[in-house]
């Protein structure tokens, strides 16, 4: 599975931006699908996630601001994020787990994308 992540830039202070996260590939059920963080000196955290059956986590740090949101039949999941903050200033990753099951038994294979910088200016 290849994750393709788009959207990241810079922004001001209350601004927005929309990150995409396309997988393609092998593709059987991407049961869960998520984005992540990571600024300089601190350990990367999850901003959101949603499962295949739509339920839907966020961060504490969030507030409201984000919204996560995925399209199956694009494989893709997107994160709307409004009023962005100077601290929000990271590198996002996409992570998708990625379910397939036979006869024998099922399996979940993780996945990160390449990640897509958000600058947000004071």
């Known amino acids: 599975v290849q994750l393709v992540e788009s959207g990241g830039g810079l922004v001001q202070n209350g601004g927005s931006l929309r990150l995409s996260c396309a997988a393609s590939g092998h593709i059987f059920n991407l049961k869960y699908m998520a984005w992540y963080r990571q600024a300089p000196g601190k350990e990367r955290e999850l901003v959101a996630s949603v499962t295949s059956g739509g339920s839907t986590h966020y961060g504490d740090f969030v507030k409201g601001r984000f919204t996560i949101s995925r399209d199956n039949g694009r494989n893709t999941v997107y994160l709307q994020m409004n009023n962005l903050q100077p601290e929000d200033t990271a590198l996002y990753y996409c992570?998708?787990?990625?379910?397939?099951?036979?006869?024998?038994?099922?399996?979940?294979?993780?996945?990160w994308g390449h990640g897509t910088q958000v600058t947000v200016s004071s």
């Open positions: 992570y998708v787990q990625n379910e397939v099951a036979n006869i024998e038994a099922t399996s979940t294979f993780d996945y």
